[in-house]
């Protein structure tokens, strides 16, 4: 899928990989990054893990919030937790996405449907469609 306009370009620069540092062309976000220790890291860093699952969930928190104007629901605060995963797939890595997402003010019923619907829009979430295994979870 692509866009039909760029809205706002975002730029970000890496060096050193997984242990080394990674930041935004205009400084707001600056990482010095680390191998987890459970990959044999010393985790005195983030990982690309942690910056994605941080992204995915604010991306689909504002998709929850965009489906719910649209549809004119009123919602209460929105809370996603993300949960990423990573390991080997063969030859190469792979990622797995678990989002569990609270919405508060709807019924179980609505806050599902709503989070099927940002699901669908969420460019996250259709950056990786059929590449990562994603599991959404409503929490009451």
């Given amino acids: 899928m692509t866009p039909d306009k760029i809205l706002y370009p975002a730029h970000a620069t890496s060096t050193g990989g997984r242990n080394g540092l990674s930041q935004t062309d205009d400084g707001m976000v600056v990482h010095r990054l680390a191998f987890p220790t ?20 604010a991306c689909l928190n504002s998709s929850v919030e965009h489906m719910a104007a649209a549809a004119k629901v009123a919602i209460g605060p929105v809370t996603v937790v993300a949960d990423i995963g990573i390991g080997p797939a063969g030859a190469a890595y792979a990622l ?45």
């Fill in 38 to 57: 459970a990959m044999g890291g010393t985790g005195k860093g983030a990982n690309p893990e942690q910056l994605f699952a941080a992204g995915y969930a």
């Fill in 96 to 140: 797995t996405a678990r989002l569990a997402v609270q919405i508060e003010g709807v019924s179980p019923e609505v806050a599902e449907r709503l989070i099927r619907q940002a699901h669908a829009v969420c460019p996250y979430s259709n950056a990786i469609r059929g590449n990562v295994d994603v599991v959404l979870t409503v929490l009451d």
